[in-house]
């Protein structure tokens, strides 16, 4: 799910940001006393947020951005879209922490949140698991929010794109929020009444190209997700959305192929000093 704080980082869907004076604690005196720096792009963190949570999600953004690990990030357009608007993963606790959490900087209107609880080093994809590492989710969510979907019109998170024609079609028509009912056969059926057009554009480029990098089908998971995502591995979404498929797989856009382990080794990650 696309988290963002409404008051100062006014992106996708909204937790309460309280800005005002207080929580000064260290860091960049601005209540995020955490952070580490990934190819030019940072993540901010409480400190009450784990530090191997802080490194996890760091080296998950690593492996998106640097998907064969050799140390360099593999489309440079996209990485420079993201420094270029302070694209930024903050992290909390949980949602507790998150709306009651005071700031008072600067301006990030181009951020995205994940929590310490939701994210989950040991996330295997190719085992059962008790819960779905969300690192994966929203570390991708700013990289194609705030970067491919801008960099490339195709992939535009607005009708008539290449991206979001494939989506009416998965969803079985054109709708700006979910309807009661989707049509019979709709293979992507997201029902988040907070979620508008674009948004749900964002939620259907996740799917997919986790999809396809094989993170959505250990043991269990299509009876987690099948409510709103039956295309659930790399060999049902060639066949059953090859509209998308053929976009995710187009090597113009050059986008991860590899579902990322938190095992980066292109470079040392650490958090910042």
């Known amino acids: 799910m696309l988290k963002t704080p409404t008051v100062i980082i006014s992106v996708i869907i909204s937790f309460a940001f309280i800005s005002c004076k207080g929580d000064k604690d260290g860091g960049n005196g601005y209540g995020f006393s955490k952070s580490a720096t990934v190819?030019?792009?940072?993540?901010?963190?409480?400190?009450s947020t784990g530090d191997?949570?802080?490194?996890?999600?760091?080296?998950?953004?690593?492996?998106?951005?640097?998907?064969?690990?050799?140390?360099?990030?593999?489309?440079?357009?996209?990485?420079?879209?993201?420094?270029?608007?302070?694209?930024t993963l903050v992290m909390f606790k949980d949602e507790d922490e998150a709306d009651n959490f005071h700031y008072d900087?600067?301006?990030?209107?181009?951020?995205?949140?994940?929590?310490d609880e939701e994210t989950i080093p040991s996330f295997n994809k190719n085992s059962s698991?008790?819960?779905?590492?969300?690192?994966?989710?929203?570390?991708?969510?700013?990289?194609?929010?705030?970067?491919?979907?801008?960099?490339?019109?195709?992939?535009?998170?607005?009708k008539g794109s290449k991206l979001a024609n494939a989506m009416d079609k998965a969803r079985g028509g054109y709708f700006e929020s979910p309807p009661a009912n989707y049509p019979a056969g709709a293979w992507y059926?997201?029902?988040?009444?907070?979620?508008?057009?674009?948004?749900?554009?964002?939620?259907y480029f996740y799917w997919a190209l986790t999809s396809l990098m094989g993170g959505q089908s250990y043991p269990g998971r299509l009876n987690e997700i099948g409510h709103?995502?039956?295309?659930?591995?790399?060999?049902?979404l060639k066949t059953g959305d090859p509209d998308v498929y053929g976009?995710?797989?187009?090597?113009?856009?050059?986008?991860?192929?590899?579902?990322?382990?938190?095992?980066?080794d292109g470079h040392i990650i650490s958090l910042d000093k």
């Open 129 to 158: 698991n008790s819960r779905f590492d969300a690192s994966l989710e929203e570390v991708l969510h700013l990289i194609t929010h705030e970067g491919y979907s801008e960099v490339y019109p195709e992939l535009a998170e607005k």
């Open 39 to 47: 190819f030019g792009i940072k993540i901010l963190a409480t400190k």
């Open 228 to 236: 709103e995502w039956k295309l659930n591995t790399p060999e049902k």
């Open 247 to 264: 976009i995710l797989t187009d090597p113009q856009y050059g986008l991860p192929s590899t579902l990322p382990d938190g095992e980066y």
């Open 105 to 115: 900087g600067p301006d990030l209107n181009h951020a995205q949140g994940l929590w």
């Open 52 to 87: 191997a949570k802080i490194l996890h999600a760091a080296k998950v953004m690593a492996q998106y951005l640097d998907n064969d690990e050799d140390g360099k990030v593999d489309n440079q357009a996209v990485v420079d879209q993201l420094k270029s608007v302070n694209a």
């Open 189 to 203: 059926s997201y029902d988040d009444k907070t979620c508008e057009y674009n948004c749900m554009i964002t939620e």
